[in-house]
């Protein structure tokens, strides 16, 4: 693996032509104290901006017009006294000056076919890379790469786009395509994002084949291996109150961690978001967040923006630096670490996309973080007899390849777990031994469950606003029942200020096991991101005991907030605990301030003998016993977070 560094900073310098002065009080030796003191040993450093300007002499661009030297130059040279590494960013997907210059190099939205770009609002515009701005980028890049040879390439505001600009509708047109039909027009997205990468990789590579090269989305899209092919290091943008939330990383990381040994999550030093000048979070926030990345195995990045005059804010260093301190002290228990899953999901994004894939996704996400299991999301690549049960949430049905990787998996004494339509071929007929028949889709919603399994409330009827499926039972254990309302709520019938109570004339079986194979009659997985009602994880987290029957990899008795993980680093093995409260500030900030720590928390790993157990990085023993082939002991006290090796 190349130089994988775990303490990187991401600074922003979109830098509007309008002020005076950009870059006047850059200081060598300020910039290098101030890394410093946030414990950095990585920052990214501006080529070019979201406004278009070059922070540099250039000869393709336009420096910008209020900068005097070459502050590219003279940042990457003051990082590399230090040691720091320092990534170049130049922005492709926005180029504020060019948008403004060449109307006809902006992207056009298939709605606004024929309509010019409109700047009559604050913001920038997204620019097509089928016109001549991805010749004019490209040599934007090669003139850094001879200027000054980067470890590294950031690009950022990418994407596969939807564009009906005149040069993009002109080559559908002579493709044989139709701009008025959106699958086209997304097809022919593909070709031109396609080539933008391959171009980028050429330009890049033909001068220095190590640099690495980063494409920045926002998101890693599960089941597009494609996507990421010119890509070494993951970076996983997800600003847990930017919009992103707490949730989001621990699931982008878990699918990730499948496709490269080498990803970082990248967070923001901000209140909220990018751009917010003046804007800070609790350090305990960035204590939390940089731990979460290492407890799932990436490195950290910290979102920050420089102010125009070119001097790293000491406020926002200090902020930084308490949680980098930590990471730091942390590295050698983290450094190529491998994450140790029992259950795979496989991803509906895959089939359904980020925004309808999601809901399933998230649903299942949030189940198996809650109960504090440990799980990767995985695509149809991925080998399945690497884990212990395979979950395929709510939409999968069976083709061919799908059915036959599935055989071959339950040969091999996996577990899987089906919800919704999964399992199902086009003629809604299960390809592999559920013991139960499907019916169809219930006409009734929302439905009851009735658990026949103890839970937290007891056994009664529990509303369920998914999208129930019927089906009968030949020769499986049913685990749960359900009853329909007395009816649907219409004009012509409704009852209450919801929906109608269980009607109590027909029950039905609604979850069952059969061997190593559980069904769940609802699209449960969506049920749970969308409504999340205790009683669902119940259900949930049930038949996921029940199929695993004692075999999870390490149990504990961390509440739901709270993340346990478990990596292999070398011979040993390293649990994290974390625990935070968060609270929602604002109309919908949810922050992280003061620490509530955890006290006496039981843990028990599968793993053979080993010689001691230690608290790291303080380096203090603690007792543990050994017993059917398990280590436990107890670990007195988790402060945000704690790590235990297992030697
Ligand atoms: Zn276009």
């Not at 922005?91 to 504020?96: N, P, V, Y």
């Not at 786009?161 to 002109?170: D, G």
């Not at 220095?208 to 970076?235: A, M, W, Y």
């Not at 409260?581 to 003998?609: A, Q």
């Amino acid at each position: 693996m190349k130089d994988f560094r775990l303490r990187q900073v991401h600074l922003d310098f979109h830098t509007s032509p309008l002020i005076p002065d950009v870059g006047a009080k850059f200081d060598k030796k300020a910039w290098q104290e101030t890394l410093k003191l946030g414990h950095v040993d990585s920052i990214t450093v501006f080529s070019k901006c979201h406004h278009g300007f070059s922070y540099h002499p250039t000869k393709v661009n336009t420096m910008n017009p209020t900068l005097k030297f070459d502050l590219l130059k003279a940042q990457l040279e003051a990082c590399e006294e230090i040691g720091v590494r320092a990534p170049v960013y130049i922005s492709a997907g926005f180029d504020e000056k060019d948008a403004v210059e060449h109307h006809d190099w902006v992207r056009v939205n298939p709605s606004d076919i024929g309509k010019a770009p409109d700047f009559t609002q604050a913001g920038y515009h997204l620019m097509c890379f089928n016109t001549a701005y991805l010749d004019k980028l490209i040599a934007e890049i090669e003139e850094v790469m001879v200027n000054y040879n980067p470890c590294e390439i950031f690009l950022d505001i990418v994407g596969e786009p939807m564009c009906c600009c005149e040069k993009c509708c002109a080559d559908m047109t002579a493709a044989g395509l139709d701009y008025n039909n959106l699958k086209d027009v997304e097809a022919f997205g593909k070709k031109v994002y396609r080539n933008y990468l391959d171009r980028v990789e050429e330009a890049v590579h033909k001068h220095n084949p190590e640099t690495i090269i980063f494409q920045n989305s926002g998101h890693v899209s599960k089941g597009r291996p494609d996507l990421i092919d010119t890509i070494e290091c993951l970076e996983l943008e997800s600003l847990p109150t930017g919009g992103w939330g707490y949730d989001h990383f621990p699931m982008s990381a878990a699918y990730a961690r499948t496709k490269r040994d080498c990803f970082l999550g990248m967070t923001g030093k901000f209140h909220r978001t990018w751009g917010e000048f003046g804007g800070f979070k609790h350090p305990n926030a960035l204590r939390y967040e940089t731990a979460l990345s290492l407890a799932e195995g990436g490195g950290c990045s910290i979102g920050d923006q420089m102010h125009p005059e070119g001097l790293l804010n000491k406020s926002t260093y200090g902020l930084i630096g308490k949680a980098y301190a930590e990471v730091e002290a942390k590295e050698p228990w983290c450094k190529g670490a491998r994450y140790i899953a029992d259950i795979a999901v496989l991803a509906a994004e895959c089939i359904k996309g980020r925004d309808e894939g999601g809901w399933y996704d998230a649903g299942a996400n949030r189940i198996l973080l809650e109960t504090n299991r440990l799980y990767n999301f995985i695509d149809l690549d991925e080998d399945f007899t690497k884990y212990k049960m395979l979950i395929l949430p709510d939409i999968w049905k069976f083709d061919e390849r799908l059915k036959s990787k599935i055989n071959d998996y339950l040969a091999k004494g996996g577990k899987l777990l089906l919800s919704g339509v999964s399992g199902l071929d086009d003629n809604n007929e299960f390809c592999v031994d559920t013991g139960v028949k499907f019916i169809g889709e219930n006409e009734f919603r929302p439905t009851y469950f009735i658990p026949e399994f103890d839970t937290v409330n007891g056994k009664t009827e529990y509303l369920m606003r998914a999208v129930n499926y019927r089906f009968d039972n030949i020769d499986a254990e049913i685990v749960a029942n359900g009853q329909n309302p007395y009816f649907n709520r219409t004009a012509e019938h409704f009852c209450s200020h919801q929906h109608a109570p269980n009607d109590r004339s027909l029950t039905y079986p609604t979850a069952a096991i059969k061997g190593n194979i559980a069904y769940i009659g609802w699209d449960i997985f969506r049920g749970y991101a969308e409504s999340g009602d205790f009683h669902i994880k119940e259900l949930v987290a049930y038949v996921i005991e029940r199929l695993m029957n004692g075999d999870f990899t390490i149990e504990s008795s961390v509440p739901d907030k709270g993340i346990v993980t478990l990596l292999q680093q070398n011979d040993r093995k390293i649990v994290h605990l974390l625990y935070v409260h968060t609270t929602v500030r604002g109309k919908d900030t949810e922050v992280i301030e003061d620490v509530v720590p955890l006290y006496n928390v039981n843990v028990s790993v599968k793993c053979d003998k080993p010689e001691k157990v230690i608290l790291v990085p303080q380096n203090e023993e603690i007792d543990f016993t050994y017993a059917d082939g398990k280590v436990s002991f107890t670990v007195p006290k988790v402060e945000i977070h704690q790590m235990i090796s297992i030697e």
